[in-house]
């Protein structure tokens, strides 16, 4: 199955305040934000055999009244495979290891189906009436979000994950003209071109779609800038190449964020990688130790 994880890491690196004011809007009473960093993060083994554990995307907010906040975030494809009590080391390593800040555990989980079972929620233990342990995170279910009801929220971060909430099959294309919007209206141009791909992978758009798409944005008043944006840029055509700049661009910013300015190997390697290649190493770069390590064949 292919990880499209460092698809979503991508997102909360490009837009981690837009990100964190629609996950968390309750957090005025810290100020503004200040500073935000990406904090790298592997908790401690507690035995020698243990396997090697990482966490998704520690966030750290700095804010204007000296509280920090460490927002940690992991994106669950399948349920299946997300562990509560796992989640629990992650947060009680982070807690020690920041003290003074606030950790709030968050788990979004990107699939579009229902779900027959839940997941557990909430760990307990008592003693008489005392509460030895309370834990709980902060669930996000994208399916359990209705698109429609995100249409006009003026955050990019909504617009770009809309094709994974819920809607009928007969909204699809309204949910990617709004998508498509909403992210031309509120980022810059580069961001635009960046991910256009990401909604048009996670609302399954077919070549064979695209005209038809494209006659639909052309025929809504509110779309029709965009129609010609998208016609004068030459979507239609320039798409894969689009999409592999924007990941290039991504995996050198979150390399030179882990081990600082890249060597010239290292620019002309991620130069002339391939989509396979630059995927491949998008999904290593958070666990690796090296760049070596990073862009090993």
Same mark, same amino acid.
């Given at each position: 199955?292919?990880?499209?994880?460092?698809?979503?890491?991508?997102?909360?690196?490009?837009?981690?305040?837009?990100?964190?004011?629609?996950?968390?809007?309750?957090?005025?009473?810290?100020?503004?934000?200040?500073?935000?960093?990406?904090?790298?993060?592997?908790?401690?083994?507690?035995?020698?055999?243990?396997?090697?554990?990482?966490?998704?995307?520690?966030?750290?907010?700095?804010?204007?009244?000296?509280?920090?906040?460490?927002?940690?975030?992991?994106?669950?494809?399948?349920?299946?495979?997300?562990?509560?009590?796992?989640?629990?080391? /992650?947060?009680?390593?982070?807690?020690?290891?920041?003290?003074?800040?606030?950790?709030?555990?968050?788990?979004?989980?990107?699939?579009?189906?229902?779900?027959?079972?839940?997941?557990?929620?909430?760990?307990?233990?008592?003693?008489?009436?005392?509460?030895?342990?309370?834990?709980?995170?902060?669930?996000?279910?994208?399916?359990?979000?209705?698109?429609?009801?995100?249409?006009?929220?003026?955050?990019?971060?909504?617009?770009?994950?809309?094709?994974?909430?819920? /809607?009928?099959?007969?909204?699809?294309?309204?949910?990617?003209?709004?998508?498509?919007?909403?992210?031309?209206?509120?980022?810059?141009?580069?961001?635009?071109?960046? /991910?256009?791909?990401?909604?048009?992978? /996670?609302?399954?758009?077919?070549?064979?779609?695209?005209?038809?798409?494209?006659?639909?944005?052309?025929?809504?008043?509110?779309?029709?800038?965009?129609?010609?944006?998208?016609?004068?840029?030459?979507?239609?055509?320039?798409?894969?190449?689009?999409?592999?700049?924007?990941?290039?661009?991504?995996?050198?910013?979150?390399?030179?964020?882990?081990?600082?300015?890249?060597?010239?190997?290292?620019?002309?390697?991620?130069?002339?990688?391939?989509?396979?290649?630059?995927?491949?190493?998008?999904?290593?770069?958070?666990?690796?130790?090296?760049?070596?390590?990073?862009?090993?064949?």
């Amino acid at each position: 199955m292919t990880s499209h994880d460092h698809n979503f890491k991508n997102v909360f690196l490009d837009f981690p305040k837009e990100a964190l004011a629609w996950i968390l809007p309750d957090i005025s009473d810290l100020g503004t934000i200040q500073r935000v960093d990406f904090v790298r993060q592997e908790p401690k083994k507690r035995r020698l055999s243990d396997g090697h554990l990482s966490l998704d995307m520690p966030i750290l907010y700095t804010f204007e009244k000296g509280q920090i906040l460490l927002w940690l975030v992991e994106f669950q494809e399948d349920k299946g495979r997300f562990s509560i009590y796992k989640l629990l080391r /992650y947060v009680t390593d982070l807690m020690e290891q920041y003290p003074d800040a606030r950790v709030i555990p968050t788990v979004m989980f990107t699939a579009r189906n229902k779900w027959r079972t839940d997941v557990k929620r909430e760990l307990n233990s008592r003693l008489g009436n005392r509460d030895l342990l309370h834990f709980e995170y902060i669930l996000l279910k994208l399916f359990d979000y209705n698109a429609c009801d995100y249409y006009d929220h003026r955050n990019p971060v909504v617009k770009i994950l809309l094709p994974k909430m819920n /809607y009928k099959p007969e909204e699809r294309f309204e949910v990617i003209r709004r998508a498509y919007r909403g992210l031309f209206e509120l980022v810059p141009r580069t961001m635009f071109e960046k /991910y256009v791909d990401f909604i048009d992978v /996670y609302a399954g758009i077919q070549e064979e779609e695209r005209e038809a798409f494209y006659r639909n944005i052309t025929e809504q008043e509110d779309t029709i800038m965009l129609a010609q944006y998208i016609k004068d840029k030459g979507f239609q055509e320039g798409r894969q190449e689009g999409r592999q700049e924007g990941t290039r661009v991504f995996l050198e910013r979150l390399l030179t964020r882990r081990f600082g300015p890249l060597p010239g190997w290292g620019k002309e390697q991620l130069a002339r990688a391939t989509m396979e290649q630059l995927d491949r190493w998008s999904d290593r770069v958070l666990d690796a130790k090296s760049i070596q390590a990073v862009l090993a064949e």
